[in-house]
């Protein structure tokens, strides 16, 4: 046996309770071995979760900013879409004033926090970041420098920064074809916060930015250049209270 389902008898776990599991072994006339393994589990907590089904964003779960509408589209269509329009805007027009961000906020100075996300994006070639996406520490319109953010950097090539006070992070590359879905997770441990991709087995470590980060952070995406060849997908979001391998 590989995998094993609790369901708990139909309704679930419960969230946040600890659940104790033996294992045994059995051949085909029903004998049991002794007890090969004792485990000791606990339901992890979903803090948060969104995965933008339908077509309308979720207003008990997000702040919603659009004030330069003229020179950024943002949609939901089963993910969440920030797509500048070509010719109009600016980095300081659009960077940080066009977005969303989430209600719920998770303290990184404290426990265990984990802040996942699958991310697409489109840039035809190098250029600047075209937009920003992943936790930020207050308003993105106010505090776009206390952020931890993932940058699209081109075809083959993710770059990914990280600004907070007192802290940058010069910008680093890390090689996949961000012009698919890929799945990322930010863990925040006790101050300590690490941003992680999802190769399709395991979880690789992008980039560690250290220890020392303190208050609540939230999910945040926004558009920074006026082309509408940049565009990005966030989708899938959630904020738990454990890691996981």
Known sequence: VQTYEDTNGGPGLTEGQQYFYEVRAYNATGQYSSVEANITISSTIIQFQDDFAGTTLDSAKWNFANPDSTYMDMAQNGNYKIQPKSGSGSAGLTMGHNNINSKVEADVGSGVHVFGFDLRTELPSSANPPFYAGIIKGDPATAITNAIFFIRGNATEAA?????????????????????????????????LSLHHWNGSS????????????????????????????????????ITNQDYS
């Open 160 to 192: 990914y920064n990280m600004w907070d006070t007192g802290k940058v992070n010069t910008q680093d590359t890390y090689t996949l074809d961000t012009s698919v879905t890929q799945t990322f997770k930010i863990v925040a441990n006790n101050g300590s």
């Open 203 to 238: 979880w690789d470590l992008m980039t560690d930015f250290g220890s020392g980060f303190t208050g609540n952070y939230r999910f945040f995406s926004t558009g920074v250049e006026g082309d509408s060849r940049y565009w990005h997908e966030l989708d899938n979001t959630y």
